[in-house]
């Protein structure tokens, strides 16, 4: 997405100035690259997508009913409820107050990921920094939490392995491993989803008439895999940080 | 009848708004890449992709064999499938990654 998309000319129209002060008053002033636009493209579409999401959840939380459930309100609890039980099998029990963050972790890649399909919008998930900032936040969330739960002594004592003399063989091997699972996270989702992109780009300047659509429906095959695999995957480090012994 | 082809007529002209964004025209090769860089990227992504699809082969096979002896099994198995397949899909990708920083 090297030219500006309409949204985000639109977005650095109206707030281009606000935002530019705004980045260099920052204690590390940042300068972007083109002052006329500081909002790049991926920053647009995610603005986009949470203001989608929003809407979405806004009109199911005002129709919601107990004797006449409507469509978008059978949607929502079906969603939910895959996301409870898989986190209960995962996790184990007490795990509902992981729920909303996996869910919004669900449905912001999800929607990112689908929103590049329309003609003229880009995903924001196929941008390395917005995939970036997806797992960082897992990332933190499941170190909080494992922290939280088991205490600061006893979290970090798992990362010394079983006996304590293989402790110093141990603790690199576990941060690099910790470590790499960002990497990966971020990894996965954004060569998955800039692949389909890239490959349904060739694919239509070989042979513009009905090969790409194929592509396009693998594509969305695919957006809603690399969602459910992340959202999975966070569940499983969670797990790992959260379990307790009995 | 008619009713289902206007479903499949419906859907055929969502899927058909492709984004051509990114296509590129049909001179776009002309500033030369150094042939080293390229044959890597090709080699390393055409083994990478292979021994992927080894992996998943043999992934989806005891799959679908522990699905046949035990169909009661089935989420948890599918479960494991998926996540299986992702985690090894994930080596080829970023190999991808690699190739497509290789080429510039």
């Known amino acids: ?246 | 009848m008619r009713k289902t082809m206007m479903y499949v007529f419906v859907v055929m002209t969502i899927l058909l708004l492709a984004m051509p964004v990114y296509a590129q025209g049909p001179d776009a090769a002309k500033p030369a890449i150094p042939w080293g860089p390229a044959i890597a990227a090709g080699i390393g992504m055409g083994l990478a992709a292979g021994l992927c699809g080894l992996g998943q082969g043999k992934a989806t096979a005891s799959a679908a064999e522990a699905m046949a002896r035990n169909p009661g099994a089935r989420p948890g198995i599918f479960l494991f499938l998926i996540l299986g397949l992702a985690l090894i899909e994930s080596l080829a990708l970023y190999t991808l990654i690699i190739a497509f920083k290789l080429l510039g």
């Open chain 1, 1 to 246: 997405m090297h030219e500006q998309l309409w949204f985000t000319a639109l977005l650095n129209k109206v707030l281009g100035g606000p935002v530019n002060s705004f980045l260099q008053a920052l204690p590390p002033a940042f300068h972007p690259a083109n002052p006329q636009e500081p909002i790049s493209n991926s920053v647009a579409m995610e603005v986009l997508v949470v203001g989608i999401i929003l809407l979405l959840f806004v009109l199911v939380r005002s129709r919601l009913s107990v004797e006449r459930p409507g469509r978008m309100q059978h949607v929502a609890e079906a969603l939910r409820e895959m996301v409870t039980n898989q986190s209960g099998e995962i996790i184990g029990p007490h795990s509902e107050k992981f729920t909303p963050f996996l869910l919004s972790l669900f449905v912001f890649i999800l929607i990112g990921n689908l929103i590049g399909l329309i003609p003229t919008f880009g995903s924001p998930t196929a941008d390395t920094s917005v995939t970036l900032g997806c797992a960082v936040v897992a990332f933190i969330y499941y170190n909080a939490h494992g922290l939280k739960t088991q205490g600061p002594v006893s979290y970090l004592k798992h990362f010394m392995g079983p006996v304590w003399w293989l402790a110093p063989l141990m603790l690199p091997i576990e941060i690099i491993s910790h470590l790499a699972r960002v990497m990966s996270l971020t990894i996965r989702l954004y060569a998955n989803i800039f692949a389909g992109d890239t490959v349904t780009a060739v694919f239509f300047s070989l042979v513009p008439i009905g090969v790409p659509v194929i592509f396009l429906g693998l594509h969305v095959f695919v957006s809603g895999l690399q969602a459910y695999i992340f959202m999975l995957l966070t569940t499983i480090y969670l797990s790992g940080a959260v379990a307790q012994e009995h």
